[in-house]
Every structure is written in C-alpha cells, then in structure tokens.
C-alpha cells in the first residue's frame, strides 16, 4: 500500500522561501512518477510540479519553473519541492502525489495522495 506524508508547509512573507517534503512507503517507486499539486481556495486543483525516477521534470507553468525546483532522492523514497521568491498567489494547499507510469498533468490520473500541507504566503 503507497502511503505519501507531506512535511514543510507554513506561513512565509512574499519573496520567502519553503521547502516541502513528501516520504512514499509502499512498493519499489522505480515506476513511479511523484510530484505536487496545489489546490487554492475555491479554485480547482493544479498540477505544480513532478519528477520522474530518472529526474525528469514537469513544471506546471513557466512562473513556478523559474521559481520552483523539485527533485527526488531514489534511496529514500522523497520528492522535494524548494520553492523561492514565492508569491501570494502561491498560497495553497499542496499535495504530494504518486502515479504509476509517466508524469499525467490531470489529478485524475493520480492513484495516491498526501493529506496536504497549508502554504501561505503574506504580502
């Protein structure tokens, strides 16, 4: 059973920095794609940012590549996500997630979540 805990989320002032965390237990993720959505209040759930098991990445729009990096640790089973000069509009939700297979940018296609953890950015 794939099991996902999320780490790392808080309050941050605009131009800060975060790190969030994400630990998978279960079977071998060597075909596993893992990475992060986020979901904002009242709005829909968007894919942020994913990692392949041999380091590719996706990022869901050119404003969180160029601020966002994610990256994974094979031996431990971890995706991180570093996130500088964050924005108020980062302020979300994020979830860690896992699929099988390449990375998918619908949550649909997302067979495991986190619990998520609270980003809020002040101005």
């Known amino acids: 059973q794939v099991q996902l805990v999320e780490s790392g989320g808080g309050m941050v002032q605009a131009g800060g920095s975060l790190k969030l965390s994400c630990a998978a237990s279960?079977?071998?993720?060597?075909?596993?794609?893992l990475g992060w959505f986020r979901q904002a209040p009242g709005k829909e759930r968007e894919f942020v940012a994913f990692?392949?098991?041999?380091?590719?990445?996706?990022y869901g729009t050119d404003s969180v590549e160029d601020r966002f990096t994610i990256s994974r640790d094979n031996t431990k089973n971890t995706v991180t996500l570093q996130m500088d000069d964050l924005k108020v509009e980062d302020t979300a939700v994020y979830y860690c997630a896992a699929r099988m297979g390449s990375v998918m940018g619908s949550d649909k296609y997302y067979q495991h979540w986190g619990q998520g953890t609270q980003v809020t950015v002040s101005s």
């Open positions: 990692i392949t098991w041999g380091g590719t990445t996706v």
């Open positions: 279960g079977p071998s993720f060597r075909d596993y794609a």
